[in-house]
């Protein structure tokens, strides 16, 4: 089984940056994509980004601009590069990997709190 270690996350306030890790057991070419989840208090979870290993990236449109999705290829991680944080950003993010649609491995959720 693939282990995933997160790490990051804490307190930013409005137009602060955050950036998280995930770092994973198994070689990052192993998987197709890499990227990550938020889930917010009292809401459904949803896609923020990922980055495939060629470096191909994809955001959701309420992130866009201002997140970054990354890998080390090296150190088998990734990275969410947060900056101009809004107080809608607070949410427990997690991580993936995904070899296919029946293959996902996910990271510990890390808490992100924006607030004043």
């Known amino acids: 089984q693939v282990q995933v270690v997160a790490s990051g996350g804490g307190l930013a306030q409005p137009g602060g940056s955050l950036k998280l890790s995930c770092a994973a057991s198994?070689?990052?070419?192993?998987?197709?994509?890499m990227g990550w989840y938020r889930q917010a208090p009292g809401k459904q979870r949803e896609w923020v980004g990922r980055?495939?290993?060629?470096?191909?990236?994809n955001y959701a449109d309420s992130v866009e601009g201002r997140f970054t999705v990354s890998s080390d290829n090296a150190k088998n991680t990734v990275f969410l590069q947060m900056s101009s944080l809004e107080p809608e950003d607070t949410a427990v993010y997690y991580c993936?990997?995904?070899?296919?649609?029946?293959?996902?491995?996910w990271g510990q959720g890390i808490q992100v709190t924006v607030s004043s």
């Open positions: 980055v495939t290993p060629g470096g191909l990236t």
């Open positions: 993936y990997f995904v070899r296919t649609p029946g293959d996902m491995h």
């Open positions: 198994d070689t990052i070419y192993s998987f197709s994509a």
